[in-house]
């Protein structure tokens, strides 16, 4: 995690994610946006076919669909997403992206309320 946040947490800053969102021919480009000791905003450009095998987080996490179109598996259910939608997955539960055209998605991770009120 050494890449420095495009927002620095002490200062206001409006930024487009349409300009920032980076793709890679044959990737996954991810952008950290903002870091706080509680939560990250983290910034993703899939190329078509690209895809981020079934894992987990510790954090809860809120992805938005920015645009294009992925498949997300939540707990080993498949469901399709598109620009607009908005996925909410608790920690700990296992879950996939395929992106089945280019897609962009911003993650926002958070501690759970247990943790983050201790």
Same mark, same amino acid.
């Given at each position: @995690?050494?890449?420095?946040?495009?927002?620095?947490? +002490? =200062?206001?800053?409006? %930024?487009? %994610?349409?300009?920032?969102?980076?793709?890679?021919?044959?990737? *996954? $480009?991810?952008? +950290?946006? %903002?870091? /706080?000791?509680?939560?990250? $905003? $983290? %910034?993703?450009?899939?190329?078509?076919?690209?895809?981020? /095998?079934?894992? +987990?987080? /510790?954090? !809860?996490? $809120?992805? =938005? *669909?920015? !645009? #294009?179109?992925?498949?997300?598996?939540?707990? #080993?259910?498949?469901?399709?997403?598109?620009?607009?939608?908005? *996925?909410? @997955?608790?920690?700990?539960?296992?879950?996939? *992206?395929?992106?089945?055209?280019?897609?962009? @998605?911003?993650?926002?991770?958070? =501690?759970?309320? /247990?943790?983050?009120?201790?």
């Amino acid at each position: @995690m050494s890449e420095k946040p495009l927002i620095d947490v +002490t =200062q206001e800053k409006i %930024l487009s %994610l349409a300009d920032e969102t980076k793709f890679a021919a044959n990737g *996954i $480009v991810s952008r +950290t946006l %903002l870091r /706080t000791s509680t939560s990250r $905003v $983290v %910034l993703f450009g899939f190329a078509e076919g690209q895809e981020l /095998t079934e894992h +987990t987080s /510790t954090q !809860s996490a $809120v992805v =938005q *669909i920015l !645009s #294009g179109e992925c498949e997300f598996s939540l707990g #080993g259910k498949p469901h399709a997403a598109k620009a607009g939608d908005l *996925i909410y @997955m608790p920690p700990n539960l296992p879950h996939a *992206i395929s992106a089945t055209k280019q897609f962009s @998605m911003l993650l926002t991770l958070s =501690q759970p309320e /247990t943790l983050a009120a201790r």
